[in-house]
T-cell receptor, first 114, second 111 residues
Framework: EPEVTQTPSHQVTQMGQEVILRCVPI?????FYWYRQILGQKVEFLVS????????KSEIFDDQFSVERPDGSNFTLKIRSTKLEDSAMYFC????????????FGEGSRLTVL | EDKVVQSPLSLVVHEGDTVTLNCSYE??????LLWYKQEKKAPTFLFML????IEKKSGRLSSILDKKELSSILNITATQTGDSAIYLC???????????FGTGTRLKVLA
């Protein structure tokens, strides 16, 4: 069964360093997302992406964050200068049917900022 | 402000029990509601509901939407220890391209 894959599964970084989280969405999906979940808290929306551009971003998604679809398969989230509060599980998700369709999540990338 | 509220926050039952989880929402232009099961990591898709009164069923799990009451329930019959998880509900917000999630219901099924 097709699935969303994410790498790395866990990354530990020092505050101020740049990190790139990678995702390969399900191949025929066109709508992509990043969500995050701080330990013990709600799943929070970061950004949605369609047709090679950002459709919407949350207040969390400030200038330190960027997303890119560098080729036909990968979808990346970059955090330029990590802060302690960026420590969270980051989930990539994709949808086949638009922004109100089913979301399929990857296994997540756990980011720990020291 | 759009929001999703789930209840109860947590629930402990014994194997074989039936449980009902609730999700209430407030959005201006309702389009759909999703249920997910989250065990250790990623939320796993269970159901998408768009029409009131039509039950979606998958094995021992079923869900129904009540647009009049702005809510949905997720039922699990004959619970098993493998049903232990956090159950999440999500709704797309009005006129935007994002889902908001409830805090989830943490279900623990004891053997």
């Amino acid at each position: 069964e097709p699935e969303v894959t994410q790498t790395p599964s866990h990354q530990v970084t020092q505050m101020g360093q740049e990190v790139i989280l990678r995702c390969v969405p399900i191949s025929n999906h066109l709508y992509f997302y990043w969500y995050r979940q701080i330990l013990g808290q709600k799943v929070e929306f970061l950004v949605s992406f369609y047709n090679n551009e950002i459709s919407e971003k949350s207040e969390i998604f400030d200038d330190q964050f960027s997303v890119e679809r560098p080729d036909g398969s990968n979808f990346t989230l970059k955090i330029r200068s990590t802060k302690l509060e960026d420590s969270a599980m980051y989930f990539c998700a994709s949808s086949p049917t638009g922004f109100t369709g089913e979301l399929f999540f990857g296994e997540g990338s756990r980011l720990t900022v020291l | 402000e759009d929001k999703v509220v789930q209840s109860p926050l947590s629930l402990v039952v014994h194997e074989g029990d039936t449980v009902t989880l609730n999700c209430s929402y407030e959005v201006t232009n309702f389009r759909s509601l999703l249920w997910y099961k989250q065990e250790k990591k990623a939320p796993t898709f269970l159901f998408m509901l768009t029409s009131s009164g039509i039950e979606k069923k998958s094995g021992r799990l079923s869900s129904i939407l009540d647009k009049k009451e702005l809510s949905s329930i997720l039922n699990i019959t004959a619970t098993q220890t493998g049903d232990s998880a956090i159950y999440l509900c999500a709704v797309p917000t009005s006129g935007t391209y994002k889902y908001i999630f409830g805090t989830g219901t943490r279900l623990k099924v004891l053997a």
